[in-house]
């Protein structure tokens, strides 16, 4: 009778910069896992037959978890075939590991239904995802793996991607495997939409990222960048050369605060501020002639994953950080990863403020912020918060420079251009399919959610690849 192996309840861990370390530069915070201990790790799945698999299901682009788990287990005196097979598995689902094993909050998704959850530690899902990307890229195995997903198209048939960012760069890979002659055309002069612009170094390197973006070129995939659809090129005109258009471009609008002493200086939008800082370089200054303009005592408004990410940056600038919230911290949206990293960091948070006015100097620069203190009721919003109410009692914090992360909204210009139907948001409106209202355009991602996160504007740039797949194939036999 076979004996059951014991089940190890607890996660092995991966190791971290040391906090003097990192807070000192931009490098990567999380070092990742080795062989041995992502072998350790993986040994941990129970292996739930995937049509059952909880985690399958948690995952917006479906990735067979316990099966690239398995691969990694099979060979485990081979690392290098161990690695390709399981590259191979999640490539079937996922061609952007390196990503996703990163700025995922898995928590919420693959390896919050984990069944090993229900005794313990769930299986680290992101960071073995991370390790299989990462340990394939170091060694070229990433490479000779992709001659297998190169698909050679006799259909001749092209697609158009507007945004470079996840939902696009997900959909134009998907339809390249498939075969069709796929263009990007991306506003910015890099590609990587968010992923480039709004995510540090030290969660997601850039090196990394562009290691990643590789695979457009050798998959067959065009990116032509500088190019604003609905100003240098109308939909009307790609519909005219491509058989169908997704639209993946984000939500790149800043929602900003209508109080007084808004347009002091030094008040910055998030995405303005991890703009300068990641896609131009401002903390390589003057390396790169790019500066940003940080003072000594930085407050950012707001509690996501956005607010965390300019936190730390400012932090690293060599700044004091304190992050303001209107809520408590039960209610913050970030993932809990990354307020770990920023209270070991020196990050200081204030909940229950509500900003009502920025003060300035005599020079036009903003010196403080002046807070309402809220607070909290038994009563639950739809998203499940708890109601708050302001006290009429006030607080003024100093502040020399001010982040306001308070959430995105689309861009307009292509809604305004093009006429589609969109919500009062500006957000895209789509049907099962993801098709808008003009018929062979397609969008996903923030372009149709709002401000989301990275995975699921994958899952719907998988879900459109498929959908324009089934549509152009309609459309060709009903030719």
């Known amino acids: 009778m076979a004996v059951k192996p014991k089940l190890i309840k607890e996660r092995v861990p991966t190791p971290e910069k040391p906090v003097e370390e990192r807070i000192k530069s931009f490098v990567e915070v999380n070092l990742g896992y080795d062989f041995a201990s992502a072998l350790k790790e993986a040994e941990r799945c129970i292996q739930c037959p995937p049509e059952y698999a909880p985690c399958i299901k948690g995952c917006p682009v479906h990735i067979n978890i316990p099966g690239f788990l398995k691969a990694l287990r099979e060979n485990a005196?081979?690392?290098d075939e161990a690695v390709k097979n399981a590259l191979r598995v999640i490539w079937n689902d996922n061609t952007l590991p390196a990503v996703t094993g990163r700025v995922c909050p898995q928590e919420d998704q693959c390896e919050a239904p984990c069944v090993m959850g229900k005794v313990g530690d769930p299986i680290n899902i992101g960071k073995l995802e991370r390790f299989v990307a990462d340990y394939a890229r170091e060694r070229g195995i990433d490479q000779e793996l992709l001659e297998e997903f190169i698909a050679e198209s006799n259909r001749k048939v092209k697609v158009a991607v507007v945004g470079a960012g996840p939902a696009g760069l997900t959909c134009a890979l998907?339809?390249?495997?498939?075969?069709?002659?796929?263009?990007?055309f991306e506003a910015l002069h890099e590609a990587g939409g968010v992923l480039m612009y709004g995510i540090p170094e030290?969660?997601?390197?850039k090196d990394i990222l562009k290691t990643e973006l590789e695979k457009l070129e050798k998959l067959g995939v065009e990116v032509k960048t500088n190019y604003i659809v609905g100003k240098t090129v109308t939909i009307e005109e790609l519909l005219q050369e491509y058989d169908a258009v997704f639209i993946g471009t984000g939500a790149g609008t800043p929602k900003l605060l209508n109080i007084p002493g808004i347009l002091l200086d030094r008040i910055y939008s998030a995405n303005e501020f991890l703009t300068r800082v990641n896609l131009m370089k401002a903390y390589l200054f003057p390396e790169y002639d790019t500066p940003i303009a940080?003072?000594?005592?930085?407050?950012?408004?707001?509690?996501?994953n956005t607010a965390m990410d300019a936190a730390r940056s400012a932090l690293r600038l060599g700044a004091e950080v304190t992050i303001a919230y209107r809520r408590g911290r039960e209610d913050m949206t970030a993932r809990v990863e990354e307020i770990g990293h920023a209270e070991e960091e020196g990050v200081k948070f204030e909940f229950f403020l509500t900003p009502v006015e920025f003060i300035g100097d005599e020079n036009g620069k903003v010196k403080a912020v002046k807070f309402e203190k809220m607070r909290p009721l038994e009563e639950r919003d739809r998203r499940g918060k708890r109601k708050i109410v302001g006290t009429g009692e006030y607080v003024t914090l100093e502040a020399d420079t001010v982040i306001i992360a308070i959430g995105l909204e689309p861009n307009r210009i292509l809604v305004e251009a093009s006429g589609f139907k969109a919500n009062p948001d500006g957000t895209l409106i789509v049907d099962e399919n993801l098709m808008t209202s003009i018929p062979g355009v397609f969008a996903g991602g923030d372009a149709i959610?709002?401000?989301?996160?990275?995975?699921?504007?994958?899952?719907?740039?998988k879900k459109a690849a498929k959908a324009i797949d089934e549509y152009i194939r309609g459309k060709k036999a009903n030719a």
């Open 294 to 304: 940080v003072g000594k005592k930085v407050i950012v408004i707001g509690a996501g």
């Open 77 to 79: 005196d081979n690392p």
């Open 202 to 205: 030290f969660r997601l390197p």
């Open 449 to 461: 959610r709002g401000e989301a996160t990275v995975i699921l504007a994958m899952g719907d740039g």
């Open 174 to 184: 998907e339809l390249a495997k498939m075969g069709y002659k796929v263009t990007i």
